[in-house]
């Protein structure tokens, strides 16, 4: 039976960001990162345009640091920058407003949080040659507030209407909700982030130990695929609950730090564990809304 919801009573609203250059570590001393193993690196890291990795592609063996496929953006203004960040929800439509790609249209497929807080945005490889950093990007915003009829515990979290229905959730026969995802990620592997609020921002996927992440699965992972964060509640916070589920989007590429992988952004939480993941493959962005 296919769940219902309020997306009628959803509001749309616009935030607005501008592409952001390259990071980099502040100290012009000191440029390098540590690896997990102590090993110094020197990498393109999270922020700007990146054109040739995009959704759909593997979250592995790209010569970066949590790279965001696509287009990163954010404002410097801090308080604003947490709106753009808090109501910008996966699969919302982005619209270019200034510069030589000019009403070109993309889709918001993840966001980042401490230390850099951008939202991450899906453009055609076309278009990404015409964009330029400093250009305005207008988001239609619009998934805050959403939740299921049926599913009182179930909290959505930067997850738009439209990506609920692509999904065709369902309720079971147990009343669960039925959520298709590619792999489901066990909690000693959820690193950077938990704490951390789960309204905007990530979660990662510790890679350090690469047999256990090729026992979970989770050694194929792309960029856009839907995953299941198991034994974790993010009602409020990230973190270790026995039983509850989380539903996430895979939105960065995999790092050398400890701590730090493939950054998952939050779209559904059950404290109470009334998700139940289905493996299915194939359930990513690239295919369900591009």
């Not at 619009?142 to 009182?152: P, Q, S, T, W, Y």
């Not at 979290?157 to 990506?163: D, I, Q, R, T, Y």
């Not at 034994?231 to 409020?236: F, G, R």
Request: glycine fraction near 12%; aromatic fraction near 4%; charged fraction near 15%.
């Amino acid at each position: 039976m296919s769940a219902k919801n309020n997306a009628q009573q959803v509001v749309s609203v616009s935030v607005q960001g501008v592409i952001t250059p390259p990071r980099m570590p502040p100290l012009p001393a000191m440029p390098y990162s540590l690896a997990a193993d102590g090993s110094p690196f020197l990498l393109p890291a999270y922020g700007s345009i990146v054109y040739n990795v995009s959704i759909g592609d593997s979250a592995y063996g790209w010569l970066a640091d949590c790279v965001h496929p696509g287009v990163s953006v954010m404002l410097n203004d801090a308080t604003g920058n947490r709106g753009l960040n808090v109501l910008s929800c996966v699969g919302n439509e982005a619209i270019v407003m200034t510069g030589n790609a000019q009403r070109a249209r993309g889709m918001v497929t993840g966001k980042t949080g401490r230390f850099s807080e951008h939202v991450i945005i899906h453009f055609d490889t076309d278009v990404r040659e015409q964009l330029a950093i400093g250009d305005k990007i207008v988001i239609k915003a619009e998934g805050v507030g959403l939740k299921f009829d049926d599913h009182a515990d179930i909290m959505l979290k930067g997850c738009s209407p439209e990506l609920v229905d692509a999904l065709e959730v369902t309720t079971n026969a147990e009343g669960k909700l039925s959520v298709p995802v590619v792999a489901q990620v066990p909690p000693h592997l959820l690193g950077a982030g938990a704490g951390l609020v789960s309204d905007g921002g990530s979660i990662h996927i510790q890679t350090a130990d690469r047999d256990a992440v090729k026992e979970a699965g989770l050694d194929q992972l792309r960029l856009g695929d839907v995953v299941a964060l198991t034994d974790y509640d993010s009602s409020w916070n990230h973190g270790y609950l026995r039983d509850a589920v989380g539903i996430g989007v895979i939105a960065q590429g995999d790092s050398p730090r400890a701590g730090y992988g493939p950054g998952i952004t939050l779209i559904m939480t059950s404290a109470g564990g009334n998700i139940e993941p289905m493996v299915t493959p194939g359930v990513n962005l690239r295919d369900l809304l591009l």
